[in-house]
């Protein structure tokens, strides 16, 4: 449909009462594309220290239904998960993203919790997997798709259990977007998740677990980079 | 969906009597402008993001062209693939090519106000396959056969016992006599029924919320993440998208995101905000293997450069339509098209012609909140009066209506006259009316007497007693 698109824009430019952008103009818009440039970023997160902003976080994602369980190192994290899902009176059991960064943990030390490693499927009950970064602002998890980090796993697990490091927590989203631009080409989906899954479309009463999880649980662990 | 905006009155009238509906609307006018002023009292910073807002969309309206081009490069280097549609025609014949040549017998759908605008549903239904929406509010209206009620919350005309009713009605493989009084065994029966269609879907189309220039991305919002199992599990991913989508860069979408959440349901931000970009890369191990964008113009270039080119910073947040006092009164049905509330009265009239919807700018008290939570700024008043005057020039007003209005322009035209004339009217009117202090009707104003009584005048009119207040206190009018 090309003459659709030579018309629309010549329709555009036309109502615009300008030919294509001189060569000016399209420098300027250039520019602007590649500087990247902030706009107000707001004081809440950004006026923070670092243990400052991993509190907020804290604060935000538990306003919005989250749980979180902090602990001191990646030994604790196979601890809080199976602690976790006993008191949610849920199957140990669980859907693991083939993360390195969880291969890391060592899970043998709880042999009960019972590992499968790769992308979720529909009778995953719940699931674990990392994050990319996390937005104090909101109290927001920030994942990333790839080879290690199927989507799925974020979405189709009644419980959704991410491992976060304290390093991982930034002010805001303007952070997360530096950090992923640093680390190479824009993966092709990004997940911003604040809280459970949710619907207020009867009666505009809060129903959590609408069609992603049901639950979601941040197990955030201090590290050296904090 | 045909139109049924030129019967607003009637329509309107209808819904001011509906009880269900009536109830529903009570529940409606509660929510949402609390929970949008809790969040905005949360954030000093809200007014300067909508300054930078309503600067960034100025920006790229008036780069339109160059930044839809730079998206679409960027799609294609992605290895996506961009539609260009004139028309809501040409977008639903681009959305069937792309689900025949998948073979595909279902689609999936998340919510898309560009999927209303162009009727996709209808039109795939008809061609064999059949469309399931997954948004639990817009899946109640398409298993009602209605159109959504309100932008983001398509089902916020009903009450839950119509939910029950037309859950007991399709999901008839469940037992007859369970109980559906709560919404959360509503929504955990949708859930497990709409689980099966992600899974077995051969497409997912979604909308957009907003396009990003700079990394050919599609970015949507939503609460229930089925926005997510539907552009995810799928053969394809289409986004159907207007052309105004489109944004710069990510920091301008973030701008626009941290604004979008907190006016729409006073959220600090939706619980799922996606970024796609492109089809399934490889060693991905899920992801739609096709990325298609269906980019909509459907009048829209026509606006720019015109007295209605605000309306296209509009970002669909819904806060004209929940501090509407008019849409809150009749819900969105009434506007007999796709978009309701104020920037319905607006938007409609220049996607379907101010003949059809000519009511739709008159549905309006003036009263000025929908433009002072708009976060855009967008004047829709001024708009609305623009579309006015517009209906006033072209004749589409009735006949006794521009009488009375050139009859009024003339007495206005000459203050004295004027004066003459407002003074003999208080002092008649008080005349007649000083016995009950009302009047229950009075001859060329049954418009405003059928549903209420129309206060008697004291008998002085303002100007009056103006001047006689004046002499009295030494001072000349």
Known sequence: ?226 | MQPTSHAFKANAHRALGDANLQRAMGMMRAGFPEKRAQAIARLPEFEPLRDEGVAIKNHVLAHLDFYLERFEQNVVAQGGKVHWCRNAQEARETVLGICRSLDAKTVTKGKSMIGEEIAINDFLDANGITPVETDLGEYIVQIRHEPPSHIIAPAVHLIKEQVAESFRETHTHLPPERSLEEPRVLCDEARAVLREKFLAADVGITGANFLIAETGSSIIVTNEGNGDLTQLLPKAHIVLASLEKVVPTLEDATTLLRLLARSATGQEFSTYTTVSTGPRRAGDLDGPGEYHVVLLDNGRSALLGGEFQDMLRCIRCAACLNHCPVYGAIGGHAYGWVYSGPMGAVLTPTLIGIEEAGNLPNASTFCGRCESVCPMRIPLPKMMRQWREREFARALAPQTQRWGLALWSYAAQRPALYRRLSALAARVLGALGASRGRFRSLPLASGWTDTRDMPAPEGKSFMTLWAERQRKTGKTA
């Open chain 1, 1 to 226: 449909m090309s003459d659709a698109r030579d018309q629309i824009l010549g329709d555009l430019r036309a109502h615009l009462g300008r030919g294509r952008l001189d060569a000016a103009a399209a420098a300027e818009a250039e520019a602007r594309l590649a500087a990247h440039r902030r706009n107000l970023v707001p004081a809440r997160a950004a006026a923070l220290d670092h243990a400052g902003q991993v509190a907020l976080f804290i604060a935000e994602a538990e306003t919005v239904d989250a749980t979180i369980a902090r602990v001191g190192s990646a030994a604790d994290v196979p601890g809080a998960v199976a602690d976790y899902l006993s008191r949610q009176n849920l199957p140990a059991r669980l859907v693991m993203a083939p993360d390195p960064k969880l291969e890391s943990i060592p899970w043998s030390a709880r042999p009960m919790l019972e590992l499968r490693r790769g992308r979720a499927e529909d009778g995953d009950a719940a699931g674990i997997t990392g994050a990319f970064a996390a937005i104090a602002e909101t109290g927001t998890l920030m994942l990333v798709s790839g080879p290690e980090s199927p989507t799925r796993n974020n979405f189709l697990p009644d419980t959704h259990i991410v491992v976060l490091r304290a390093s991982e927590v930034v002010a805001c989203y303007e952070d997360g977007w530096d950090r992923l631009r640093a680390k190479g080409a824009m993966p092709r989906t990004v997940n911003f998740i604040t809280g459970p899954s949710r619907t207020g479309d009867i009666e505009q009463r809060l129903v959590l677990g609408a069609h992603g999880p049901r639950r979601l649980h941040i197990v955030l662990v201090e590290d050296a980079g904090a």
